[in-house]
């Protein structure tokens, strides 16, 4: 299962959504894409970083053990609030849920992502994935 096939279904399931499934991965898609079907990790990561306080939470994503929270308002913030907004319209919900059930389920696709080093090999450890997030702000 890909990631935004997961993230469909985990948000499907977290906000009892009642569309198809089709349109939940299109939504994601559009707010989370990387332009070939997938999930832009490394942008979400910069995001993250350039939004101040969340690299911690990050690293938890990334790492073995327990996922750290994030908030809704900080997924607002590093998503933009006009795009929460537009995804919840196309999934049929409204703001302030939207962006709870992406703090729900982006900490577990990350985490997903990163499962058996995969993500953190291709990248070159977690050095490497900031190094890239890092990249991106400059």
Same mark, same amino acid.
């Given at each position: 299962?890909?990631? =935004?096939?997961?993230?469909?279904?985990?948000?499907?399931?977290?906000?009892?959504?009642?569309?198809?499934?089709?349109?939940?991965?299109?939504?994601?898609?559009?707010? *989370?894409?990387?332009?070939?079907?997938?999930?832009?990790?490394?942008?979400?990561?910069?995001?993250?970083?350039?939004?101040?306080? *969340?690299? !911690?939470?990050?690293? !938890?994503?990334?790492?073995?053990?327990?996922?750290?929270?994030?908030?809704? !308002?900080? =997924?607002?913030?590093? *998503?933009?609030?006009?795009?929460?907004?537009?995804?919840?319209?196309?999934?049929?919900?409204?703001?302030?849920?939207?962006?709870?059930?992406?703090?729900?389920?982006?900490?577990?696709?990350?985490?997903?992502?990163?499962?058996?080093?995969? *993500?953190?090999?291709?990248?070159?450890?977690?050095?490497?994935?900031?190094?890239?997030? !890092?990249?991106?702000?400059?």
């Amino acid at each position: 299962m890909d990631l =935004i096939e997961l993230g469909a279904q985990l948000l499907s399931d977290n906000l009892g959504l009642t569309v198809d499934s089709d349109t939940i991965r299109s939504a994601l898609s559009g707010l *989370l894409g990387d332009g070939q079907g997938g999930i832009d990790l490394a942008g979400l990561a910069s995001q993250m970083m350039a939004s101040g306080g *969340l690299q !911690s939470a990050l690293e !938890s994503w990334l790492g073995d053990g327990a996922n750290a929270p994030i908030s809704a !308002s900080s =997924i607002m913030d590093i *998503l933009g609030e006009g795009n929460v907004a537009d995804f919840a319209g196309k999934v049929g919900t409204d703001t302030g849920t939207a962006a709870q059930g992406l703090s729900d389920v982006l900490p577990q696709l990350m985490d997903k992502a990163s499962s058996g080093g995969s *993500l953190l090999q291709s990248s070159g450890g977690l050095g490497g994935l900031m190094n890239a997030a !890092s990249a991106f702000l400059k």
